[in-house]
Structure formats: C-alpha cells, structure tokens
C-alpha cells in the first residue's frame, strides 16, 4: 500500500480502500469507507505534481458556478485529496442505458460550454495561471509530435502523409490566434459523470485558454459517443447563441478545432493500445477516425477522405493482429 493512503486513512478515520479504474493520467483513486458519508473517494496526485495545486485552484473557482467534486479535506505535502463520492455513471454511462435522455443531457452540456465560454471566460481573475498558459504553437506541435509517435508511427507504422504536415501548420496557426476562451481541454463524457440530477465535471486541472470551439469539437466529435444529430444541434445551438456568431464562422472554426483535437486523441488512442494495451480504446480509435473522414468532407477535401478510409482499414487491420497476439482479446 502507498505510504500516503495508508496516512490518509489513519488521518482522516476511513477504511476499507478500493481501488478505481482512473483517468489515462497517473493520479490514482481509492473508493473508501468513511465514518459519516458511507463512502469517499481518496485521490493520490504524482509525488512532487504541481497539477494537484492548480486542481485546487481550479475546483474553488469552478465549484460557484459549475458541479465539480467537492474536496472533503486535503493534504498538500503528499498531494492527496479526500472528495466527495460521485458514484460510477458517467455521462457515457448514463447515455448507454438511457439513450432516451440524449436530448436533456446534451442541453445540459451545452449549458456548461456556454457557461465556459461566458462568465468563465470574462470573470477569469487577472493574470490567472489557466489563462497565461494558453493553445499556442509550442502546446500544438507537442500534441502533433505526440500523434505522430503513437498513433503514426507506434499504431498505424506509417508516416503522417505530407500535405497533412501542411494542414496541421495552417490550423495550428489559425487556432492559436483564435485562443481566447476558457476552456476544459478534455470535454468528453467519460470526464462527465451523473450524481442524482448534477453533471459535474472531472479532469479539470489542465484547463487553458483556447479557441472558442476547441470544448465542442471535444464533446461533438467525442471518441467515445456517436451523438444524435439532434442532440449534436443542440450542443452547436448552446454556443452559437453565447459567442453570437453566425452558422457560416461557428461551422469555420469548428471544424479547424475538430481535426486538431481528433488528432491528438488518436495520439492518446494508439499510446493506449499499443504501449498500454487496452483493448477498450479499440472502437474509440475507429469512431475518431470516422470524425475525421466527415470533417474532411466538410472541407471538400478528397485526398483527406481518402486517408482516412485508408487509414481506417489499416487500423481494423492492426486491430486484429493485436487481438491475435493475445487469444483473450484484451490486449494484455
């Protein structure tokens, strides 16, 4: 057992600790016994991880205007957090068992875009650290390496066509210039989890500034739900009527903030199935190439389109050969 949750547990009177799947990152949680709530949860961030503090300081400035988890109590030198227990639904989930709810659930989506996009935005302190760090062209290239290693070269074995280079430096370029919202950076609902009647927000503690559509392109284009195209409306229709913008430049912009952001999570994707192999991220990686296939038709691109069918046959491909190389098809 980890020195610290051992401590924890002494500290604050719990027992009983489970652990629980996390995030692609490596903070660790523990669902426990607690004296008075039932249950808590007991989030480990990395020894010596900065990201815990800016969690925290994120969470205070978040919590009066949108649900994240409440921290029950903290100890700051071995980063680690007492929060409220959400339960296992999220949003994903709850979409699942009740595909029926897909409309309320996207308007309450799109309620908090809108509520990033707005009082988040211009009631941000001056000189806020999540606001002077921001998507620009060193944030870019890291995320575009990053995609190139493990989705190109470590998933599919192949470099990233040429004019795709291009592409990416023009819309890196573009959207860099355009970061001028507060956003999450990682909206999907896999970081959205359903509590009663309450969306609340995970994974927050990396939020920067960026393009006004970059939070939409993540949840619209999401890996790991196909949305309706009547819930997709209402997502749009959220930030369309925040921003003020005409369809023509919401279309514009989204689509530059969708293939940027596709592409790094295919980056994430292959890193997951080949160097972690984790076999759930499978139909993940599928779906967002099939993002990307639209989002070049939009752009009237064909050789675009192209790729991505290509690319698409080499990953069910790949995919196989990974499932062969262990009968249980688990990856590992």
């Not at 426990?32 to 990395?46: M, N, Q």
């Not at 430096?169 to 210039?177: F, N, Q, R, V």
């Not at 790729?307 to 262990?326: C, F, Q």
Request: a negative charge.
């Amino acid at each position: 057992m980890d020195p610290r949750l051992q401590r924890a547990l002494d500290r604050w009177g719990l027992h009983s600790p489970k652990p629980l799947a996390g995030d692609v990152g490596a903070r660790c949680y523990y669902r426990v016994a607690h004296p008075r709530l039932g249950t808590a949860i007991v989030a480990l961030h990395p020894e010596g991880d900065e990201s815990y503090f800016e969690f925290r300081a994120l969470q205070a400035y978040l919590a009066p205007l949108v649900a994240v988890p409440t921290i029950l109590k903290a100890e700051d030198e071995d980063r680690c957090l007492l929060l409220e227990d959400l339960g296992d639904t999220t949003l994903e989930q709850r979409l699942m068992e009740h595909p029926e709810e897909e409309k309320l659930w996207a308007q309450r989506c799109g309620f908090l875009l809108a509520t990033w996009l707005g009082p988040l935005t211009v009631g941000s302190p001056p000189g806020a650290f999540f606001m002077q760090r921001s998507f620009d062209q060193t944030k870019f290239a890291f995320e575009w390496a990053y995609c190139r290693e493990h989705f190109f070269g470590g998933f599919l074995a192949k470099e990233p066509p040429r004019w795709l280079d291009r592409m990416m430096d023009e819309i890196h370029a573009s959207l860099e210039t355009r970061a001028a919202f507060f956003v999450h950076r990682d909206f999907h609902v896999r970081n959205l989890m359903v509590h009663g009647d309450r969306l609340v927000v995970l994974d927050f503690q990396d939020a920067r500034r960026g393009a006004a559509t970059y939070d939409l392109a993540s949840l619209r284009y999401d890996g790991y739900w196909d949305w309706s195209v009547e819930a997709g409306h209402l997502l749009l229709d959220a930030v369309r009527e925040e921003l003020g913008w005409d369809d023509t430049s919401l279309e514009e912009e989204l689509t530059l903030s969708a293939v940027q952001r596709n592409l790094k999570a295919l980056g994430t994707f292959g890193a997951q199935l080949v160097l972690k192999r984790k076999a759930s991220f499978a139909p993940s990686l599928l779906r967002t190439l099939a993002h990307l296939r639209g989002h070049f038709e939009r752009l009237a691109m064909g050789e675009g389109v192209l790729w991505a069918e290509n690319a698409t046959r080499i990953a069910e491909a790949r995919l196989s050969e990974l499932n062969g190389d262990d009968p249980a098809g688990s990856l590992g």
